[in-house]
């Protein structure tokens, strides 16, 4: 005798039972998987020196309670300037072409370059990062980071980091990287691609 009995009117009762429940078990089972969803949709972007720019996050969760919304900067692990010119290091290009999926610019420990808060969002209130005080940044929309003028020093990966309360499952983070370049350099970088 099964544990939940069901009634069965010709069979179509016990069948609709079963269908409703395995369509409810897949809803739920889709909520549990994807929780968090944070994506940047354009992963590389070239700026110019002194230009605003605007860094573009989209974000899902389940959740009810607003949501924290934090842009982190991390240093390049090498100068890539030189490379946006077409003249990288030989030892870069070796070490890269043994292992493509490797980057020497991007890839490296945290204690081997810069890391700092550029800002972060709860409810309607932007704090900036120490380092960022005084310039024009600020997060707009839900999670966009806009950069009023931007510097030399604004060059490397910045990650969109989601914290919600009560939606711990997914993927709470994605990064872009910013190029800053001036018009000089983007001249010749487009001259020297033909």
């Known amino acids: 005798m099964p544990a939940f009995p069901t009634l069965d009117l010709d069979g179509k009762l016990g069948k609709m039972d079963r269908v409703v429940l395995g369509w409810t078990a897949v809803f739920w089972l889709t909520a549990m998987v994807e929780g968090?969803?944070?994506?940047?949709?354009?992963?590389k972007k070239v700026a110019m020196l002194f230009q605003p720019t605007v860094l573009r996050c989209h974000f899902s969760t389940s959740s009810h309670q607003p949501a924290v919304v934090q842009w982190k900067f991390k240093s390049y692990c090498q100068d890539r300037m030189g490379e946006s010119?077409?003249?990288s290091s030989?030892?870069?290009?070796?070490?890269?072409?043994?292992?493509?999926?490797w980057d020497p610019y991007l890839d490296c420990l945290d204690s081997r370059r810069t890391?700092?808060?550029?800002?972060?969002?709860?409810?309607?209130?932007?704090?900036?990062?120490?380092?960022?005080?005084?310039?024009e940044i600020t997060i707009v929309h839900d999670a966009d980071l806009q950069i009023g003028k931007l510097m030399w020093g604004d060059s490397g990966l910045y990650?969109?980091?989601?914290?919600?309360?009560?939606?711990?499952?997914?993927?709470?983070?994605?990064?872009?990287?910013?190029?800053?370049?001036?018009?000089?350099?983007?001249?010749?970088s487009d001259s020297q691609a033909r």
């Open 90 to 101: 030989p030892r870069a290009q070796a070490l890269s072409k043994r292992n493509l999926e």
């Open 159 to 188: 990650y969109c980091i989601i914290t919600t309360p009560d939606d711990l499952e997914g993927k709470n983070e994605d990064s872009v990287e910013l190029l800053v370049l001036a018009e000089f350099w983007k001249n010749n």
């Open 36 to 43: 968090l969803q944070v994506t940047v949709p354009d992963k």
């Open 85 to 87: 010119l077409g003249m």
């Open 115 to 135: 890391v700092r808060v550029v800002a972060s969002k709860q409810g309607s209130t932007v704090t900036l990062g120490d380092f960022y005080r005084g310039r």
